[in-house]
């Protein structure tokens, strides 16, 4: 993220906020939120931003004002509020609703220009819509990281998934060390003076207290630190591996093939989409994938092909803009999140009669 174009982008908005303190949704949008969503790389004369998403709810449908999409999927959702307006628990339960009933959407963010609030899926397989990060817009201007997590290159390559997970495993540990400080504290207590005995000149009770303080205020600085740090080198292609031979291939992340307690092949990759494919290209080549998914295009879901014999999706309708070409002229598509790329990944194995481990950055 660049921090000129941030710095700018504050500049702007804060100009604007200024002059219109009292914009209504309509002008906030396009004021305000449109621009910020073209800061985070989104092209949003394309198709990549879909104003007014339709959003079917079990008692009809609804509209949510933005989705960020990669080919034709939705994988972002971003629900505008006036700027004259508050943030309140209503916004964040309503952005909830819309994301709950796409289950490719496992990013959303709530605004009215001036606070920002990022929601993101559990990655515990409950599906559950929580609050990830919240910051207002003056707090761009010294972390412009903080937009790193939203960026379409983040959730492209994957990177996005790390950044939550890191933050969401820095939280629970805060939240637990805030919760229980004075247990914490005590144990710690108890091990300083097995260790130096009770006659020292200290009060290593308030010492023990001080250290957790301390630790809380860390494991806080680390978490606002996360993100910050450079994107992975270039992403560099990996071999398909000779038939049931276990690989000694480097990268991010690992794909295991197994057969039982056997392992019989192995990929890696820095870039998630190339590692799915070198997977899905094994199976198609040594095990039979395709006769096992025929007639294509394979649709798991409800409307777009996961595997074809093109790069489009069924009945030509909407061309793949972000797959991987297999072998024999097979098409992936790869417009998933981290979760949804392994959860494939382990049903073309089960199809295979196989088993699937990850490592690594997984």
Same mark, same amino acid.
């Given at each position: 993220?660049?921090?000129?174009?941030?710095?700018?982008?504050?500049?702007?908005?804060?100009?604007?906020?200024?002059?219109?303190?009292?914009?209504?949704?309509?002008?906030?949008?396009?004021?305000?939120?449109?621009?910020?969503?073209?800061?985070?790389?989104?092209?949003?004369?394309?198709?990549?931003?879909?104003?007014?998403?339709?959003?079917?709810?079990?008692?009809?449908?609804?509209?949510?004002?933005?989705?960020?999409?990669?080919?034709?999927?939705?994988?972002?959702?971003?629900?505008?509020?006036?700027?004259?307006?508050?943030?309140?628990?209503?916004?964040?339960?309503?952005?909830?609703?819309?994301?709950?009933?796409?289950?490719?959407?496992?990013?959303?963010?709530?605004?009215?220009?001036?606070?920002?609030?990022?929601?993101?899926?559990?990655?515990?397989?409950?599906?559950?819509?929580?609050?990830?990060?919240?910051?207002?817009?003056?707090?761009?201007?010294?972390?412009? =990281? *903080?937009? /790193?997590? $939203?960026?379409? !290159?983040?959730?492209? @390559?994957?990177?996005? +998934?790390?950044? %939550?997970?890191?933050?969401?495993?820095?939280?629970?540990?805060?939240?637990?060390?805030?919760?229980?400080?004075?247990?914490?504290?005590? =144990? *710690?207590? /108890?091990? $300083?003076?097995? !260790?130096?005995?009770? @006659?020292?000149?200290? +009060?290593?009770? %308030?010492?023990?207290?001080?250290?957790?303080?301390?630790?809380?205020?860390?494991?806080?600085?680390?978490?606002?630190?996360?993100?910050?740090?450079?994107?992975?080198?270039?992403?560099? !292609?990996?071999?398909?591996?000779?038939?049931? +031979?276990?690989?000694?291939?480097?990268?991010?992340?690992?794909?295991?093939?197994?057969?039982?307690?056997?392992?019989?092949?192995?990929?890696?990759?820095?870039?998630?989409?190339?590692?799915?494919?070198?997977?899905?290209?094994?199976?198609?080549?040594?095990?039979?994938?395709?006769?096992?998914?025929?007639?294509?295009?394979?649709?798991?879901?409800?409307?777009?092909?996961?595997?074809?014999?093109?790069?489009?999706?069924?009945?030509?309708?909407?061309?793949?803009?972000?797959?991987?070409?297999?072998?024999?002229?097979?098409?992936?598509?790869?417009?998933?999140?981290?979760?949804?790329?392994?959860?494939?990944?382990?049903?073309?194995?089960?199809?295979?009669?196989?088993?699937?481990?990850?490592?690594?950055?997984?």
């Amino acid at each position: 993220m660049d921090e000129g174009e941030v710095r700018e982008f504050v500049d702007q908005a804060q100009a604007t906020l200024e002059a219109s303190p009292q914009m209504d949704e309509e002008a906030t949008k396009f004021r305000l939120v449109i621009p910020f969503i073209e800061l985070l790389g989104w092209d949003s004369r394309s198709t990549e931003v879909e104003p007014e998403h339709t959003v079917r709810m079990a008692t009809g449908k609804t509209k949510v004002d933005f989705a960020l999409q990669l080919g034709d999927t939705p994988v972002v959702f971003v629900e505008a509020k006036p700027a004259r307006s508050s943030l309140d628990e209503d916004s964040i339960a309503q952005l909830r609703s819309y994301m709950r009933q796409e289950l490719e959407v496992d990013w959303g963010v709530v605004t009215n220009g001036k606070s920002f609030e990022v929601l993101t899926k559990g990655d515990d397989g409950r599906q559950e819509e929580i609050s990830l990060i919240q910051f207002e817009l003056s707090d761009l201007k010294e972390r412009p =990281d *903080l937009l /790193e997590i $939203l960026s379409k !290159e983040s959730i492209q @390559s994957g990177k996005s +998934d790390e950044i %939550a997970t890191q933050i969401a495993q820095a939280g629970e540990a805060i939240l637990h060390l805030q919760q229980n400080k004075e247990q914490v504290a005590s =144990d *710690l207590n /108890e091990v $300083l003076l097995e !260790e130096i005995g009770p @006659s020292v000149p200290l +009060d290593t009770q %308030a010492q023990a207290t001080e250290f957790v303080d301390g630790l809380i205020s860390a494991l806080e600085e680390q978490r606002r630190a996360i993100g910050t740090t450079s994107s992975p080198d270039e992403e560099r !292609e990996v071999s398909t591996p000779d038939v049931e +031979d276990v690989q000694d291939t480097t990268g991010e992340y690992v794909i295991k093939i197994t057969n039982g307690d056997t392992a019989i092949a192995t990929f890696a990759d820095d870039n998630q989409s190339d590692a799915m494919a070198e997977a899905t290209n094994y199976f198609i080549e040594n095990h039979d994938l395709i006769s096992v998914l025929e007639p294509l295009p394979y649709v798991p879901g409800r409307k777009n092909a996961l595997i074809n014999d093109q790069p489009v999706h069924p009945d030509g309708k909407g061309e793949m803009r972000t797959h991987r070409e297999l072998t024999n002229g097979y098409y992936l598509f790869t417009s998933f999140n981290k979760r949804d790329k392994k959860r494939h990944v382990q049903r073309f194995a089960e199809k295979c009669g196989l088993e699937v481990e990850f490592e690594g950055g997984w």
